[in-house]
């Protein structure tokens, strides 16, 4: 136990600033006045967790698996007003916030010399917008509901009830749900956010994380002192276990001066929170810790976890929300929950239009504002070389690029021959040139660390004829290694130009499984003409055999291996089939026929 000093409380006034009376940091406590209220036991079993991950921290020698926990995320914006409705790169910057200080990669972690630089460590926590709903369709891990609301209840819970004018959650053992909304204010002010502690109390459908959209991610409508992301990162803190940094008093928000305490050893006991921006602090004989994520502090002097509140939430993940232990693997997969990509039931296509345009990850090394995304280009002779999207960076003026994009998850087998097929474009014209730099790499994992074989292409320069169709593009196949063993991998492109170039285009990307087999094995490729191709409504299939074919089986496969649509016929040997494709959505799809023992795979696209 921490010893109690007594503080007189003129004196504690003099030393903290208290936030404006009109904006209140986080609305825990209001919240869960209203669940105690309506559900006797929360109180109960909220300390029953609090008390185990505690003893859980008392153990000897205690440290981290090294395991990296992911969580999936769905974003739920509820919104009456434009300005509330926040874009999809607002909920991406807080995304890329969260990750950054649950690992301990925000630039303003304490470095070495801080007075607490030795216990500020890597959670090793990550999140990821889910990429699967709950039904097993793919999603942007993003849903927005409009409503007539001006303001949602803190202590009603109202936006997580769609009778309530809200979004009900999705299935919270899969997913860490988070509404983004307009909080109307409390009798003490507005409320900047709040969520729900592990406990078994409430209903599922109540269990997540609450924040104002004035105070989510970094860009957009998020507003100065509040505009840098740690609304969420504090949150999240109480969804994954933490009590505020000076202790959680049962009677008050702000604790009996220093007889509270979190539960934390490492975290200095405090008196009171801590707001604005301070140099310094110090209460109940010790050094204060306010820029910890769970204290009150403006977000641009908060800056991180210490060692055992990081162990506190790996703990809270582990025994309490352990389903997304098996969840993420499923909701966070752009392969659509199938694991790896079994390339040899069909390709890996990127031709970035419609359903093929996922990637795994893109990241921006250095954190500027240009970065990969799917684009039209930016003129005709520098824009997709098929259909109307690639992968685009474009122009940075003043910084040197340092982008990457990764392709989903795919199998390396053992035994097998791969290749990687792509077309790429650089820009040049009359006057000048415009040299990009680019790499391909293997990577084991969706990042920049997790590389294990890489092609340096340097500076490339390519002709500019704007007289000749797709003019800028060249054709590129690579054969990819599978080492030893089978594997999962990705393939990464990386831009590291210099600045002041202008265009680097990736489009049409494919990763074909090309082992050899046996000719008797596979169908002539004249055996099947498919026309039109782009299909829009109808897709004419001709097919001649050598034989007459005793059973034949024709499925039109998605590009995530889903079997759409299944025709089967009898002793079939010519003649014309027609499949009606007007109820599918634009995209790279596969005919793959089955003829007796032998097969044909043809793929078509659906423009529409």
Request: net charge negative; glycine share 6%; hydrophobic share 35%.
């Amino acid at each position: 136990m921490k010893k109690l000093l007594v503080l007189s409380v003129i004196c504690l006034l003099s030393v903290w600033s208290f936030a404006q009376e009109d904006l209140i940091r986080c609305g825990n406590s209001i919240h869960q006045e209203a669940l105690k209220a309506e559900f006797p036991d929360f109180e109960q079993n909220v300390k029953a967790v609090y008390d185990k991950t505690s003893a859980h921290l008392s153990q000897p020698q205690l440290k981290s698996s090294g395991v990296v926990y992911t969580i999936p995320v769905v974003v739920h914006v509820v919104y009456r007003t434009s300005a509330e409705n926040i874009s999809d790169a607002q909920i991406q910057s807080q995304l890329d916030v969260l990750n950054l200080d649950y690992r301990m990669m925000n630039p303003d972690a304490p470095g070495s010399a801080h007075p607490f630089g030795n216990l500020a460590t890597d959670a090793e926590i990550e999140f990821c917008l889910a990429s699967v709903d709950p039904n097993g369709n793919p999603t942007t891990g993003i849903t927005r509901t409009q409503t007539n609301k001006n303001g949602f209840s803190v202590s009603l819970d109202e936006v997580k009830s769609a009778s309530a004018g809200g979004k009900n959650a999705w299935a919270s053992s899969r997913y860490m749900n988070i509404w983004v909304c307009k909080l109307a204010p409390t009798n003490t002010g507005v409320v900047l956010g709040y969520a729900t502690p592990p406990n078994s109390s409430i209903p599922i459908s109540r269990d997540g994380v609450v924040i104002g959209y004035e105070h989510f991610g970094i860009v957009g409508e998020a507003t100065n002192p509040y505009n840098r992301g740690r609304t969420a990162t504090h949150e999240v803190g109480h969804y994954l276990g933490l009590r505020h940094i000076w202790g959680d008093d049962e009677q008050s928000p702000q604790g009996i001066f220093c007889s509270q305490d979190d539960g934390i050893s490492d975290t200095p006991i405090q008196a009171l929170p801590y707001s604005g921006c301070p140099n310094s602090g110090f209460s109940c004989n010790s050094t204060d810790m306010y820029m910890n994520y769970m204290d009150y502090t403006d977000d641009r002097c908060m800056s991180m976890f210490t060692k055992e509140q990081a162990m506190a939430m790996r703990f809270v993940i582990e025994n309490y929300r352990s389903t997304f232990l098996s969840s993420t693997p499923v909701a966070c997969d752009p392969t659509g929950g199938e694991g790896a990509i079994d390339l040899t039931e069909g390709p890996l296509v990127m031709g970035f239009e419609g359903s093929d345009n996922y990637t795994a990850a893109v990241i921006n090394g250095n954190n500027d504002d240009k970065f990969w995304q799917i684009s039209e280009g930016i003129a005709p002779e520098w824009g997709p070389r098929t259909g109307s999207n690639c992968m685009a960076y474009l122009w940075n003026e003043y910084g040197n690029a340092d982008d990457w994009f990764f392709t989903p998850r795919f199998q390396l087998k053992e035994g097998r021959q791969y290749e990687l097929r792509f077309w790429y474009a650089t820009a040049k014209d009359n006057i000048a040139i415009y040299p990009e730099k680019f790499r391909v790499v293997l990577s084991s994992e969706a990042l920049p660390d997790g590389e294990v074989a890489q092609l340096d292409y340097g500076e490339v320069v390519q002709p500019y004829d704007p007289n000749q169709s797709n003019n800028n593009y060249q054709y590129e196949v690579i054969e990819l290694s599978t080492q030893s063993g089978d594997s999962d991998t990705h393939i990464g492109f990386h831009c590291y130009s210099d600045a002041n170039q202008y265009a680097l285009l990736i489009d049409d990307v494919e990763i074909v499984d090309v082992t050899p087999v046996a000719n008797e094995n596979v169908l002539a490729s004249e055996t099947l003409k498919a026309y039109p191709n782009p299909a829009s409504d109808q897709l004419n299939m001709e097919l001649n055999f050598e034989n007459s074919v005793e059973d034949m089986q024709v499925n039109l496969v998605d590009i995530q291996g889903r079997n759409l649509h299944t025709a089967t016929f009898e002793h079939y040997s010519t003649g014309n089939l027609q499949l009606n494709v007007s109820d599918y959505p634009s995209g790279v799809y596969f005919i793959h026929i089955q003829a007796d023992e032998a097969i044909l795979t043809r793929k078509i696209v659906i423009s529409k």
